[in-house]
């Protein structure tokens, strides 16, 4: 993308809006907005930390299976609670579903 008549590209977004991150791309922050989106009371930082955790075990694991991601969360970060790992590895795997992200 160029601005007319300078030939030099523009920068990124500029004129455009973003609706997504690349394709095949893991971005915790998207999967943790997703999950403040399920569960409002999700505290931003929490959604978060967990997120970049997810991406972590889901390369461990392997494969999209949000049960055992949710339990490896809940393992790791106890004090985070069971509510937010489950929403949190939900968001992940649908995350990588729609975004064509492989683990």
């Known amino acids: 993308m160029s601005t007319p008549g300078s030939g030099a590209p523009s920068g990124y977004g500029e004129g455009e809006r973003v609706f997504g991150p690349p394709q095949g791309s893991y971005d915790a922050d998207w999967v943790a907005a997703a999950a403040r989106r399920a569960d409002p009371g999700l505290p931003e930082e ?5 997120a970049v955790y997810a991406w972590e075990h889901l390369r461990a694991m392997g494969e999209l299976d949000a049960p055992e991601l949710a339990r490896r969360l809940m393992a790791d970060h106890q004090a985070a609670g069971a509510t937010p790992a489950n929403v949190v590895a939900k968001a992940a795997v649908d995350f990588c579903q729609a975004y064509d992200v492989t683990p």
């Open 46 to 50: 929490t959604g978060r930390e967990l």
